[in-house]
């Protein structure tokens, strides 16, 4: 069994977390996919001969596939890997109260209902029975403030990137204020600036606009800010990439509100980082909804 080219996305997660329209983005994308597979069916799915001829192919494994195969399934993708060796393992969630509130309003039952004594139960021993697979995805996603269009968006620009060779960062702005993004793997609270906020002619304006642009440049701890969290991030990411092995990561910088100064810092460091490495360098606004 042995595979350069296949190109193999590995979609695991939460249930209600997106994983159906997470697939249906895949497919739209060109990947052949199958939902709801038994880890322990994947090795020999490979070797099909359907399967064999594909060059994307995406592959839903979790809680519904029974729980008593999700031990083994770390060790399965880790085979899998060693003769695939484009093989992305992705993993979607959500905050337990988002989830309740979804399966709430769609009335669905949870694939635990029938062993757990409420939906609370049921989605905290999910999230138990998954740990190890979360622990060893290449890719976390929480869309817990991600709507389907968003998450959309963020799959086809995370995975339209080949594997193989380069780290894909994503460039992420918010407000603490709305909570802390947790699929980030480094974060930057830069709430000790000076806030544009209290300027009330420019507080309507974002940190994409001329007039807070403007207005942070007169700053020097801004720029000190800036150069200080790249510089850091200089020294780093190269050995985020080779030493550490990330095929992914997800730097956020965060401010009260996610509208001035985390997006000013962060669009900078886009800009930079992209001059650099190019298309594998995204930039989210989380607050502000835009993401390219």
């Known amino acids: 069994m042995s595979s350069t080219h296949l190109q193999l996305v590995i979609l695991s997660g939460m249930s209600g977390a997106g994983k159906s329209y997470a697939l249906h983005t895949l497919e739209d994308m060109g990947y052949y996919c199958i939902d709801n597979l038994p880890a322990q069916l994947l090795e020999e799915l490979l070797l099909t001969p359907q399967i064999a001829r594909q060059n994307l192919l995406a592959v839903g494994i979790d809680i519904r596939g029974g729980k008593e195969n999700l031990q083994e399934t770390p060790q399965i993708i880790k085979r899998i890997r060693s003769s695939y060796p484009l093989t992305r393992l992705v993993y979607l969630y959500a905050t337990p109260e988002v989830l309740f509130k979804r399966y709430n309003e769609t009335r669905r039952r949870h694939p635990l209902n029938y ?26 996603i929480d869309t817990s403030k991600t709507s389907v269009y968003d998450l959309g968006n963020l799959l086809r620009l995370r995975l339209d990137i080949p594997v193989q060779p380069g780290l894909s960062i994503l460039f992420q702005s918010f407000g603490f204020k709305y909570e802390m993004p947790s699929d980030s793997d480094m974060v930057f609270d830069v709430r000790c600036l000076p806030n544009p906020y209290w300027e009330p002619d420019i507080r309507h304006h974002s940190g994409l606009e001329t007039p807070i642009i403007e207005w942070l440049k007169q700053h020097e701890r801004v720029e000190d800010m800036y150069q200080h969290i790249q510089s850091f991030l200089d020294y780093w990411l190269e050995d985020a990439e080779q030493v550490c092995q990330r095929a992914y990561l997800t730097v956020s910088i965060g401010c009260t509100g996610g509208r001035h100064r985390s997006v000013y810092i962060v669009q900078r460091l886009y800009e930079y980082y992209h001059q650099r490495w190019g298309n594998h360098v995204l930039v989210h606004h989380r607050e502000l909804n835009q993401l390219h």
């Not at 999910?126 to 979360?134: K, N, P, Q, T």
């Open 115 to 140: 062993e757990a004594r409420d939906l609370k139960s049921a989605i905290a021993r999910e999230a138990e029975l998954l740990a190890d697979l979360a622990e060893g995805a290449d890719l976390k």
